[in-house]
């Protein structure tokens, strides 16, 4: 395994999930008495789990077809649209 690679991904999802609508749904959850606090935390983490490991597969699949840089040119430019729409809208 590379150390690296996993640090960058940590640090790359990590960021990207705190404060979005996912985390703020757990958060919600987590403040209902009726929910057992372990019961929120394994079902937000099975749940990022399995997000994940469909977006591995399908990355892996889609990479045999189309250029990573493209996929990467893609992305970037998809960020780029969603803050330019984030920051007209606001």
């Known amino acids: 395994m590379n150390l ?3 640090f960058t991904v940590f640090v790359m999802v990590f ?3 705190l404060g979005d609508k996912t985390q703020l749904a757990t958060f919600l959850y987590s403040t209902d008495s ?3 606090r372990l019961a929120v935390f394994v079902g937000a983490a099975a749940a990022l ?3 994940t490991a469909i977006a591995v597969l399908v990355g892996g699949l889609v990479s045999r077809h189309v250029n990573p840089r ?3 040119w893609a992305a970037g430019i998809g960020f780029i649209f969603i803050g ?3 920051l007209a809208r606001a």
């Open 4 to 6: 690296r690679t996993i």
């Open 15 to 17: 960021l990207a999930e």
């Open 34 to 36: 009726r929910n057992p």
């Open 49 to 51: 789990v399995l997000a």
């Open 70 to 72: 493209y996929l990467s």
């Open 84 to 86: 330019i729409w984030t």
